[in-house]
Structure formats: C-alpha cells, structure tokens
C-alpha cells in the first residue's frame, strides 16, 4: 500500500483584488433552526476552497447563532461571501468584521 500525500494548495488568488492583503474574517449569522442551513453556509467556503478556521454553533429555540473565523482570504472575498451568506432565505441577520479587531457595531447589517 502507497501512503496518500496529500499536496495542500497555496491559498487562492483573489482575481477581484489581486494586491489585497490575506486577513482573518470572523462572520456572526443568526438563522432559522433548520437541518440545511450549516450545510449551505459552510458550502460558500467549500466553493472557494476555503476551511473556516473554527466554527461555533448554538441552537436556541427556532434560531441558530453561528460564529465563523475564515482565515486566507482578501477582506473583499470575505465581503463577497458575506453578501451570498446574507441573500439566503433562512439567514436573518449577518455581522462581519476583521477578526483581529473589535467587532464594531456599526458594521451590522440586518436582512430582511
């Protein structure tokens, strides 16, 4: 048997913002409880290729608080993703902010 190398791709280019610095974004998203909702967020990052770095989940009632820290991406990707995160049906609010920073509040932005 062959072990498997696995080759860990360099992080992406953004081809929007070529000369943009990489950053740590963290993403607050309150969503309706509904068994696909983690799935679809998560899936914004797997299409860029991406692994948040840490993913917290908390169920209370009918809503989801999700925590999302990504690092290796430009602050207009992670912008980018946030307003695809935002344009979903379930997701009823959407906060994001450099995550080496304090989270501001005049940031927050609410759907819907």
Known sequence: MHAVETAYPATRVDAW???SAHCHAHYRIIAEAEPDVLCRLLNYFALQFLTPKQ???NREEDLLS???LMDGLSWHR???IGEKIRNLISVCSL???PADSVRPQA???TAR
């Open 17 to 19: 913002a070529v000369n």
């Open 55 to 57: 993913v917290n989940v």
């Open 66 to 68: 999700i925590d999302i």
């Open 78 to 80: 992670a912008q980018v």
């Open 95 to 97: 906060e994001l902010w």
């Open 107 to 109: 940031v927050a932005t």
